[in-house]
């Protein structure tokens, strides 16, 4: 006798027999093999290597920010100082710069220690011509003999002028923020360059013009607006 093979449950591959409701179990079947396409589904588009493509983004942009602001000028380094002219007496900023530039430029190789003071005397008060030493021979320091010796010469420019805080040049008393360059060359070495800012005070004699009173080298104002 042949052995007995059992029955398979029949599965319905084409469309279900109208008026025929699935039972339990068939519903049952159904939602498994739907479970199990899905998966393979998901596994064919894992072997694919297909991602999503990424969110385009927007290109870096170059420079400074939008509303942010630029340096009034070149550094004060490399810049340029304004036109050499006549001093205007009664302009206390055009008196300041070239009392300034007379007093503090030197040239070592012809001159003493106290040549900036004298070459300054016109634009300054007597008390402050004074108390500079002005009109007193000064002996030659061991400093100086060393700039002597190397030949050392230095110039002074000044690159903008501005009122220290309000400008009070119609009281008759002002005092100005100076931006001043310095060169300083000597035999053998490269040039070297500084920046200061000295602050001036200047009183308006009874003649209408400006002198300088007193003067502030430490340079702890910041810098004059303008360049």
Partial sequence: MLPRVPMLPRVFVGPRPVGRPPTRGRRAGLAAVLVVLTGLAAACSGLTGSTAAPTPTRPATTG????????????????????????????????????????QSFDARTDDPAAGVRRARSCMTSDFYTSLGGGASQPASAGWLVLKTAATRSTVDVLAVSPLGPDTRASGRVVFLLNARRTTVAKGAAPVVSVTTPALTLLRQLNGIWLVAAADLAGSYGQAPGR
């Fill in 64 to 103: 400074p920010p939008p509303g942010a602001s630029q340096a009034p000028g070149p550094p004060l380094a490399t810049a340029s100082p304004p036109a050499a002219g006549l001093v205007n007496l009664r302009d206390p900023a055009s008196v300041a710069a070239s009392c300034f530039i007379r007093w």
